[in-house]
């Protein structure tokens, strides 16, 4: 939800100056404020007052070479569902249909200390490799050109991460040199040896992965990698100058070195890069349901006090550059964290993070989304973390696959949120949660899609023992009709799918609300996500 002051200042920049300010600028409202004594919420809309355009990459995903993400996920040759090139074909369907954007690739953790070359080049001269990041056998028979096609099967954009841990700047720029560059040099010549005339023009990069992190091979303080990441970006801009550099800012709020590290990290590397990574993973431990469904907020947080900190750099340096972010894991993650969740115990393809989602984790899910549309502004990239058996919303076994929980609100942003994001104001009652503000139970997002006209309304209500009542007030314009309307609920938080029960929890229809006098008057249930779509 926006600010009071930040809603006037947009409304000023716009010369809304006819808008009434009494209901549009009234305070958040409390669940025991008598001017909203029915507890109705109210969300405010109009189609001229936006945030930003949603970038093209904001729902992207991540694949490492970590468990069962790659090796029996995306890549099994041996199996009865795989093409003729290994990639298994129900998941290409799968991701397919679901339109990811971008795919963040081949780590993570695993990419500091990943050679490239021995991942191209004939197979049966790739080497077995010990994975020191999480103790598993890599065999190198899905590497940089397998991922380049798997990407093109899929359709998605290649998100290319480097070692900056045990690699070099030079092995960074070679690689850059072997995917972009037509031919004529030593590292497009070897990518042309090895069957592949055309250059991929990969254009996103990550200049290594948590480098602030002590357990990520190569780590180091912050003015050494800031040096390191910008050694780096001015040998691959030699290399092909329109690539798009992402640095390593902190791996989350819970770092000693949070904030400061990314401080620390611009002053050496600002000119020279794009944007800066950021990281979250988000945890139930305490099994406190009603501050888990509010830790989107937490996320609404971290992004502003990164931003801020991108910001002052720039003011220091005077520089016309401004930032983006790119949110480049992000997920909930906390059951599978220790033991043989996390070692592999130097097999192949081990059964790693293999995190099963519960219905509050897809609640939650559907909240990030919404911080996510929120904050479009400046996060350019964002990749849900993972995409396949590792943490992910997808599942497979030997036979087929199943859809996560978490699966659907995922799904409804890549479908349904298009175009603008808007400034939308919220008044919602609020409950106490014990470290945080006020917490609204109604969590509210919305686009519009100049294309077509479309408004898409995003709801997530947290309230998880009653439904809600919420009224949507049309400022500008009425929409003419529902085109879709499903909702996520259930009666228990703790109801998870599997290959026993794939569609234990998966949406429903929701009833199409009508609109009448600029007004659209709707209840969603207790523990729910919903989404709306109109038409104009």
């Not at 087929?400 to 890549?414: C, D, E, H, K, V």
């Not at 139970?441 to 898409?456: F, I, L």
Request: charged share 25%.
């Amino acid at each position: 939800m926006i600010s009071r002051r930040r809603f006037l200042q947009n409304a000023s920049t716009l010369g809304l100056g006819f808008l009434s300010a009494k209901p549009l600028f009234g305070r958040l409202l409390s669940a025991e404020s008598p001017a909203n004594a029915d507890q109705t919420a109210r969300i405010f809309l109009d189609s001229r007052r936006t945030i930003a355009v949603v970038d093209g990459y904001l729902f992207g995903s991540f694949l490492e070479h970590l468990g069962r993400a790659i090796y029996q996920g995306i890549y099994d040759p041996g199996s009865k569902l795989s093409d003729s090139n290994g990639f298994r074909k129900d998941v290409v369907d799968e991701i397919r249909k679901l339109g990811v954007p971008i795919v963040r690739y081949p780590g993570g953790n695993f990419v500091s200390g990943y050679n490239w070359l021995d991942g191209v080049g004939p197979k049966q001269e790739r080497p077995l490799v010990l994975d020191k990041a999480w103790n598993s056998m890599n065999s190198n028979q899905f590497g940089t050109n397998e991922f380049i096609a798997w990407s093109k099967a899929v359709g998605t954009t290649p998100l290319m991460g480097l070692n900056l841990g045990t690699g070099t700047s030079e092995q960074a720029a070679a690689l850059v040199e072997y995917c972009n560059v037509d031919k004529g040099t030593k590292w497009s010549d070897l990518r042309r040896k090895h069957g592949f005339a055309q250059p991929y023009n990969v254009k996103h990069w990550c200049l290594g992965n948590e480098m602030d992190g002590p357990w990520q091979i190569g780590h180091m303080t912050a003015p050494e990698y800031g040096l390191k990441a910008q050694d780096a970006a001015r040998q691959m801009r030699a290399v092909d100058h329109s690539v798009e550099l992402v640095a390593c800012g902190s791996s989350g709020p819970q770092m000693p070195t949070y904030l400061e590290w990314d401080r620390q990290v611009l002053e050496q590397c600002y000119e020279y890069v794009d944007g800066l990574s950021l990281h979250r993973y988000f945890e139930n431990t305490g099994d406190n349901s009603s501050k888990f469904v509010a830790l989107n907020l937490t996320m609404d947080r971290q992004i502003g006090e990164t931003l801020a900190v991108c910001d002052l750099v720039r003011g220091h340096k005077r520089s016309p550059k401004k930032l983006w972010l790119s949110f480049d894991e992000w997920n909930v993650w906390y059951r599978q964290r220790s033991g043989d969740a996390v070692d592999g115990h130097r097999q192949e393809a081990p059964h790693l993070l293999e995190e099963i989602y519960n219905l509050e984790d897809a609640l939650l899910v559907g909240g990030l989304i919404n911080t996510l549309l929120r904050n479009a502004d400046r996060v350019r990239i964002a990749c849900l973390a993972q995409l396949v058996n590792v943490i992910a919303p997808i599942m497979t076994n030997e036979n087929g696959l199943f859809r996560q929980t978490i699966y659907y609100p995922y799904s409804w942003a890549l479908q349904y949120a298009r175009g603008r994001v808007l400034n939308v104001l919220v008044e919602s009652p609020t409950y106490e949660v014990k470290d945080m503000d006020a917490v609204p139970y109604v969590d509210a997002v919305a686009t519009m899609n100049p294309a077509d006209g479309k408004t898409s309304l995003f709801l997530l209500n947290r309230d998880l023992a009653k439904a809600r009542e919420i009224e949507v007030v049309w400022e500008d314009k009425s929409p003419s009709s529902v085109v879709a309307a499903q909702v996520l609920t259930g009666d228990d938080l703790k109801a998870v799918n599997g290959f026993d029960a794939p569609r234990r929890v998966e949406p429903r229809v929701f009833d199409k609300p009508t609109t009448a006098n600029g007004r659209t008057r709707l209840e969603v249930p207790a523990r729910s996500y919903t989404m709306i779509q109109w038409a104009s």
